[in-house]
C-alpha cells in the first residue's frame, strides 16, 4: 500500500458523504479519495463532475475496485451493516456513520464480520474529537474530579413532521428502527459511555413516548436511568419535541463537577472537601452541612482538528494497527446497545441488563411494526432537503 490510503464513498452524494467527501478533497491527510457511489444518479453525477472523481449507483462495483483500500458507508443506517459487511469481504478496511445499524443482531453482525475478515474497521463518532471532551476525559483519568459518581444528559433536535416527510424512511420502524434516539442521540450516548466507564451500561430502566409528531410512528422523546458495570449513575433524555437545549453534560465526581454544553466547558466546580469523605466525617451541627463549592476557571482545550479522526483511521489502515483508531466499530456497540435497550425497557415496563438479546429485540421490534399506526407523510418530496451542498 502506498502512503495515503486510497477511500470510497457509498452514500457519496447526499448530506453525510457530501461532508465526508469535502473533507477529504479540502484538507490534507494520509488519504486520497478515489471513487464516489450513490443511487442518485443526477446528484451522483454533479459531485463526479465537481471532484472530477469517477463514481458508480452500485456499492458492489465501488468496493471491487482496484483503486479503493477503504470504504466509508455514509448510507442511511438500516443499510450500514450490509454496505460495510460487503466492503470487508471485499478486503476492505471501513469507517461507516453512526449507528452501526438498528437492531443489535445486525450491528453485531457488521462487528463480526470486521473481526472474521481481519479488517480495520472504524466509527464515525467525531464528538471524540473535540478537545472540550479530550480535556474531561484527560480530566477524569487523572482524577481531578474525584471517584466519578454520575452523569446526567440531555439534548433536544427539535424536528417537524416535514422532517419526516424526507428521505422516505425516517421515523419508521420497519425502515429506520426508531427515531430520536437512533438516529439524533448516538453522538450523546458515545460520548456519555465513553466518559463513565468506556462501555455498555450493565442496566438500565427507559421509556419513550411520542408527544405530537404526526409523520412518526417513533418516539419524539426518549428517557432512561442506570449504572455502568464500574457503579457511575447516569439519567439521559433527549428529544425532538423539545427545543432550545443545545446538548448538555453535567459530570460529577467526589472531588468537583464539570457541566459541558454545546460540546464546550462552561462550568468547573471544586469542593474544599471529597463528598464521600465529608459525609463520613462530618459531626454537626448543621444538619444541612455541606462542603464550600469553589468555581474554578474554565480549563484550556486544544484548536479542534475536524480531521482527526479520519486521519486516526487511515494511520490505523497504513499500520494495520487498530489501536490507531479513535473510535473502533466495536466501541460503536456501546451506544447501539443504550438505543436498543432503552426500546426494549419501555416495552417490557421493566429494567434491562446488558447485553441486549438480539432474539428478544427482533421479537419486540416485529410487534412494533405489526401494530405501528399509518403515517401521512404528505406528498413532500422524498429528496427535498436531503441532497447535498456542493
Given amino acids: 500500500m502506498s502512503s495515503k490510503v486510497r477511500i470510497g464513498i457509498i452514500g457519496s452524494a447526499g448530506l453525510i458523504g457530501n461532508y465526508h467527501a469535502n473533507l477529504l478533497t479540502d484538507n490534507e491527510g494520509p ?37 479503493v483500500d477503504a470504504v466509508i458507508v455514509a448510507t442511511p443506517h438500516p443499510m450500514h451493516p450490509g454496505h460495510a459487511i460487503a466492503a470487508v469481504e471485499a478486503g476492505k478496511d471501513v469507517l461507516t456513520e453512526k449507528p452501526l445499524g ?50 446526567r444528559v440531555s439534548g433536544s433536535y427539535y424536528k417537524s413532521d416535514f422532517y419526516y416527510s424526507l428521505g422516505g424512511w425516517r421515523g419508521l420502524w420497519d425502515l429506520e428502527g426508531g427515531a430520536t434516539l437512533i438516529n439524533q442521540a448516538p453522538h450523546d450516548i458515545d460520548t456519555m459511555c465513553y466518559l463513565a466507564a468506556e462501555s455498555a451500561p450493565a442496566e438500565l430502566i427507559g421509556r419513550w413516548t411520542n408527544l405530537y409528531h404526526r409523520n412518526s410512528q417513533a418516539e419524539d422523546i426518549a428517557t432512561a436511568a442506570g449504572a455502568f458495570p464500574n457503579g457511575v449513575e447516569f439519567s439521559m433524555n433527549f428529544s425532538v419535541a423539545m427545543h432550545g437545549d443545545p446538548g448538555r453534560f453535567e459530570i460529577f ?17 471544586r469542593y474544599e472537601q471529597d463528598l464521600i469523605e465529608f459525609c463520613r466525617q462530618y459531626g454537626g451541627p448543621n444538619p444541612y452541612g455541606a462542603p464550600q ?75 412494533l411494526i405489526a401494530n405501528a399506526p399509518q403515517v401521512e407523510r404528505g406528498g413532500a418530496d422524498s429528496a427535498a432537503g436531503m441532497e447535498a451542498k456542493f
Avoid at 457541566?259 to 468547573?268: L, N, P, Q, W
Wanted: aromatic residues 4%.
Fill in 31 to 67: 488519504w486520497r479519495l478515489t471513487a464516489l457511489c450513490d443511487i442518485n444518479a443526477d446528484r451522483l453525477a454533479e459531485q463526479c463532475r465537481q471532484l472530477n472523481l469517477p463514481g458508480t449507483a452500485s456499492a458492489d462495483e465501488l468496493v471491487a475496485r482496484d483503486d
Fill in 102 to 151: 438498528h437492531t443489535p443482531r445486525a450491528a453485531r453482525e457488521l462487528v463480526k464480520a470486521i473481526n472474521r475478515c481481519r479488517r480495520i474497521g472504524g466509527i464515525h463518532y467525531q464528538g471524540r474529537a473535540r478537545p472540550a471532551l479530550m480535556k474531561v476525559k484527560q480530566m477524569i483519568g487523572a482524577g481531578e474530579l474525584g471517584k466519578l459518581l454520575c452523569i
Fill in 253 to 269: 465526581g467526589s472531588a468537583g463537577a464539570v457541566t459541558m454544553i454545546g460540546g464546550e466547558i462552561t462550568r468547573y466546580i
Fill in 293 to 367: 463549592v469553589a468555581e474554578q476557571p474554565i480549563p484550556e482545550v486544544g484548536e479542534h482538528d475536524k480531521t482527526l479522526l479520519h486521519r486516526c483511521f487511515a494511520e490505523a489502515v497504513l499500520t494495520r494497527k487498530k489501536k490507531k483508531l479513535l473510535v473502533s466499530a466495536a466501541e460503536g456497540l456501546w451506544s447501539m446497545d443504550v438505543i436498543n435497550a432503552v426500546y426494549l425497557s419501555s416495552h417490557l415496563g421493566k429494567k434491562v441488563k446488558f447485553p441486549v438479546r438480539a432474539s428478544q429485540y427482533d421479537k419486540m421490534l416485529a410487534e
